[in-house]
């Protein structure tokens, strides 16, 4: 596709259950983020791949959060026994660049999760 | 720890007017800093970016501004229209990376 595609755009949750989130980010963009956006709220970084490694990972709340982009495409956002502090929309993120950040990135629409 | 924070939270003027938002920063280095649109609903969208080394930035009807040294930038939106109405955020990036957001200033431009 032409842009940043998440799945699924809302996902509601009971407390306790696992969720996954997929983003599959622009062909050829090396960069890949992921963002968590309370409501009303800017975005806050969650973690960063740079193809397929993970190098960095300091916004991840709690080890309840995991991620991973095994081939350095499509990424993978696992949240485990979910809680309510969690319900946010999940913003992934791809650049093609890989060195100084030039700017370009460009955000998917976001995954709405709500915990009840 | 970088700490970004917009004013206004919120504002609302009447089409054609020319507007001001504002963005202070904790942490003077920073190697650039983002100005993003956020529509309900939808990813954020780049509107400007400007180096640590630069001072202003325009694209058509917007320009960026920062200092540095003051932990300031301002975003001017000349002539505004009720397209122009969504969420102003800007973003610094301190080398790691990882952009620290501002929570945003929601503009409502009236027809």
């Known amino acids: 596709g032409a842009g940043v595609s998440q799945s699924p755009r809302y996902k509601v949750a009971k407390r306790g259950q696992d969720v996954a989130l997929r983003c599959d980010p622009i062909s050829g963009h090396v960069s890949l983020f992921w963002y968590q956006q309370a409501l009303g709220q800017g975005p806050e970084f969650l973690t960063y791949?740079?193809?397929?490694?993970?190098?960095?990972k300091s916004g991840l709340p709690s080890d309840r959060f995991f991620a991973e982009r095994p081939e350095g495409s499509v990424s993978t956002l696992k949240i485990q026994r979910t809680q309510q502090e969690d319900s946010a929309v999940y913003l992934c993120?791809?650049?093609?660049?890989?060195?100084?950040?030039?700017?370009?990135?460009?955000f998917g629409e976001g995954s709405r999760l709500t915990v009840l | 720890k970088q700490e970004v924070t917009q004013i206004p939270a919120a504002l609302s003027v009447p089409e054609g007017e020319n507007l001001v938002l504002n963005c202070s920063f904790t942490d003077s280095a920073i190697y650039n800093l983002q100005w993003f649109r956020q529509d309900p609903g939808k990813g954020l969208t780049s509107l400007l970016l400007i180096q640590s080394s630069q001072r202003e930035q325009t694209s058509g009807r917007l320009n960026a501004s920062l200092d540095k040294s003051s932990g300031r930038s301002t975003l001017y939106i000349a002539a505004s229209q009720p397209g122009d109405s969504a969420t102003y955020l800007c973003?610094?990036?301190?080398?790691?990376?990882?952009?620290?957001f501002g929570s945003g200033t929601r503009l409502q431009v009236q027809p």
């Open positions: 791949f740079q193809n397929e490694a993970q190098l960095d």
């Open positions: 973003a610094v990036d301190t080398g790691r990376r990882a952009l620290t």
């Open positions: 993120a791809s650049s093609p660049s890989a060195g100084a950040y030039t700017g370009e990135l460009f």
